[in-house]
């Protein structure tokens, strides 16, 4: 199993990333996909989920409305728009799958995880 994240970068304020997951050893038809984000100093932090069954999307409340997560099973890969960034949402963003086709609240359900991809959002 391995999930592989990419998309990061530097954006200045108010602007937008786009990132990806690309996952092998398992099929996104069948298993959730989530977004968790680590800034400096602080405790990983759930940012999105989205099912495997109907596409029923989860999201924190500090990125409602400006994240939108997505996935394509054909490709086997996740993804997080990321419109209207602000420098709060500086982070290394992690995918990972909890092994299950719905989404958990807490972080250890999640059984794999990727490396994570560096998002820096200047002022």
């Known amino acids: 199993v391995q999930l592989v994240e990419s998309g990061g970068g530097l954006v200045q304020a108010g602007g937008s990333l786009r990132l990806s997951c690309n996952v092998s050893g398992f099929s996104l038809t069948y298993y959730a996909i989530g977004w968790f984000r680590q800034a400096p100093g602080k405790e990983r932090e759930g940012v999105s989920c989205?099912?495997?069954?109907?596409?029923?999307?989860y999201y924190f409340d500090s990125v409602k409305g400006r994240f939108t997560i997505s996935r394509d099973s054909a490709k086997n890969t996740a993804y997080l728009q990321m419109d209207n960034l602000r420098p709060e949402d500086t982070a290394v963003y992690h995918c990972?799958?909890?092994?299950?086709?719905?989404?958990?609240?807490?972080?250890?359900?999640?059984?794999?995880w990727g490396r994570g991809t560096q998002v820096t959002v200047s002022s």
């Open positions: 990972a799958t909890p092994g299950t086709w719905y989404c958990h609240r807490i972080l250890t359900t999640y059984t794999y």
């Open positions: 989205i099912t495997s069954s109907d596409d029923a999307s």
